[in-house]
């Protein structure tokens, strides 16, 4: 069982930046693929970025390339996601999400490969 707790959101102006924080209980966070996903009202939850057991394979949605910047310190249980440049339509819950893998530089990016999801946290990009 693992339990994943975001942080970090908040209101921001456009152009702005925000570092969210996912922190996992348990011993065994590195044999953990990380994901952040993000839900706007009325719309499905899609990936935003995701990261491999090992942090050596990265992925991001087009529409976040060049602007978010996932890692994971292992040490410390936590998966994070650094968000430059915002925009209005990056305003989303932003989930983090944790896949059990095997493969140590597989990286999962659909919401149904995920086994553990945090309870989100609100980023408003709005001036």
């Known amino acids: 069982q693992v339990q994943l707790v975001e942080s970090g959101g908040g209101l921001v102006q456009p152009g702005g930046s925000l570092r969210l924080s996912c922190a996992a209980s348990?011993?065994?966070?590195?044999?953990?693929?990380m994901g952040w996903f993000r839900q706007a009202p009325g719309k499905e939850r899609d990936v935003v970025a995701a990261?491999?057991?090992?942090?050596?394979?990265?992925y991001y949605a087009d529409s976040v390339k060049g602007r978010f910047t996932i890692s994971r310190d292992n040490a410390k249980n936590t998966v994070y996601l650094q968000m430059n440049s915002l925009k209005p339509e990056d305003t989303a819950v932003y989930y983090c999400?944790?896949?059990?893998?095997?493969?140590?530089?597989?990286?999962?990016?659909?919401?149904?490969?995920?086994?553990?999801w945090g309870q989100g946290t609100q980023v408003t990009v709005s001036s």
């Open positions: 348990g011993r065994t966070f590195s044999m953990y693929a």
């Open positions: 999400a944790a896949d059990f893998m095997f493969m140590a530089h597989s990286i999962p990016v659909r919401t149904y490969e995920y086994d553990y």
């Open positions: 990261i491999s057991r090992s942090g050596g394979s990265t």
